[in-house]
């Protein structure tokens, strides 16, 4: 699934912006054969955007009857252990001589463009700052004197000032530039610097952190997306610095998304990585930011870049999850039990019920069965918890044999054994109601759902020990 949503991120930039053209020529004598790539940045990755053989002059000419989208590029040179970055913005017909493969930064002219120009001087100061910085370091980590650490970190302090002063100088003079954009990507917010003494502080320090995150940093740009820098930043956010609570990520995406609606190609980025993180989430509880992004946008025709296959795969799976999100009440079993009598799960009373969806033949429901029903007996049934649990399976009725004699054998009279006939599933079908598998996003046993006594889910599809968990800490919050 990762792989298949993650590939509609790149794809997205393959689209035509106009009939303009654009030009990119490497020339590099050191080479007279192999292949040259053009490349752009993406997170950690290099795109190919184009290929071309080296002529026998170390000419290389990339050329397109189209505007490439804006961003940091790179020219891998053959044999692919070398790159030289540049800058591609509004001016597209570009040139990149390199002189020195030894020295890339000093020896590197790239021609035809004003944003090389200024990314070139940067890359040369760095160069030369980087150097006195590692060299500070090695000396403190070197000091053998408390005089010479404090000197070695008092000069490292200096020339990272410095360092930051010239960023901040770039970013203040030419603030449109891409060499801008690129740092704003790179930059990291300044913290309040309180002391960690209190937990009121700690959060002090968390909301002055997050509210400056996004600091000079502009959805409505593209230019951001092809850099190294953005979907690191954009990942980290989401899964770092924003609370794991559905409500506040779906407030904090729609936000953004609506920052980003007058830049198509930031948009189509956004909501592609949301969906493809939030499909198959990390957190319980978090498939609801999942489905809200398909009610309010991708079934409303927001996304007109997808083919017919995605939306198919996005739509069959925000429906197997509207019905059984954390907080609703849970979809009624009209089932009967072992002896063939009714017993839907909505006539079950109980505090805290457990569904519990398994077949005899599954091996890892062989497994956990009896996990789960000495935890039961040991713990959960003295605070009036039940377990409703329900055969699954194609041929159910074939399974009758083998699940009732595995109910026996393993003592689980205790709990309630449910399963549906052919006709109560052919009345369903008949009714069009959506089937039990649908209703509780039945694709695998055992699956296992808790319910509080008004049978709203209160947590699903967890291990034995993870339900015994938040068990536990229901109990302690309502003996508090």
Wanted: hydrophobic residues 40%.
């Amino acid at each position: 699934m990762k792989q298949f949503f993650s590939f509609w991120i790149a794809s997205i930039f393959c689209i035509n912006a106009s009939a303009q053209t654009f030009k990119v020529t490497l020339q590099a004598p050191q080479y007279r054969k192999g292949i040259a790539y053009l490349t752009y940045h993406m997170g950690k990755n290099l795109n190919v955007e184009d290929s071309a053989a080296v002529s026998s002059t170390g000419v290389v000419v990339f050329t397109g009857k189209r505007k490439l989208p804006p961003g940091i590029y790179a020219m891998v040179l053959p044999e692919k252990r070398i790159s030289v970055d540049f800058f591609v913005d509004k001016e597209q017909v570009i040139t990149v001589k390199i002189g020195d493969t030894a020295d890339l930064v000093n020896k590197t002219i790239v021609t035809g463009s004003k944003e090389n120009l200024l990314f070139q001087q940067y890359q040369q100061y760095i160069s030369v700052k980087g150097k006195s910085l590692e060299g500070e370091r090695q000396a403190y980590l070197k000091s053998t004197t408390k005089m010479d650490s404090a000197l070695h970190e008092a000069n490292y302090l200096k020339l990272n000032k410095e360092l930051n002063e010239y960023r901040d100088g770039i970013i203040k003079n030419q603030p449109n530039s891409m060499m801008a954009v690129l740092l704003n990507a790179m930059k990291e917010p300044q913290m309040l610097g309180n002391k960690m003494q209190t937990h009121n502080d700690s959060l002090a320090n968390y909301y002055y952190y997050k509210s400056h995150y996004w600091d000079g940093i502009t959805f409505m740009d593209a230019r951001i997306l092809r850099t190294p820098f953005f979907l690191p930043k954009f990942e980290k956010y989401y899964r770092e610095i924003m609370v794991p609570q559905a409500d506040s990520i779906i407030k904090e995406s729609d936000y953004q998304l609506l920052l980003a609606r007058s830049s198509p190609e930031v948009y189509k980025f956004m909501l592609n990585w949301l969906t493809d993180e939030y499909i198959n989430p990390k957190y319980m509880g978090q498939d609801a930011v999942f489905v809200h992004l398909f009610e309010k946008y991708h079934s409303k025709g927001l996304t007109s870049w997808l083919n017919e296959k995605q939306m198919e795969t996005i739509s069959r799976r925000a429906y197997m999850l509207m019905a059984n999100l954390i907080g609703l009440k849970a979809a009624d079993l009209e089932m009967v039990d072992s002896a063939g009598k009714p017993a839907a799960l909505y006539s079950l009373e109980a505090d805290y019920t457990v569904v519990c969806f398994w077949d005899p033949n599954c091996g890892h429901c062989k497994e956990e069965l009896p996990r789960l029903d000495s935890i039961y007996r040991a713990s959960w049934k003295q605070h009036g918890v039940k377990i409703y649990a329900m055969l699954s399976g194609d041929t159910k009725e074939d399974l009758k044999p083998e699940w009732t004699k595995y109910i026996r054998e393993h003592n689980l009279g205790d709990w309630v054994h449910v399963y549906q006939t052919k006709e109560l599933e052919a009345a369903g079908l008949a009714a069009q109601k959506p089937g039990y598998r649908q209703l509780y996003d039945i694709t695998q046993t055992p699956t296992l759902y808790l319910l509080d006594k008004e049978k709203r889910i209160i947590g699903k599809k967890l291990t034995w020990q993870q339900l015994d968990e938040l068990l536990q800490v229901k109990w302690k919050a309502k003996t508090n």
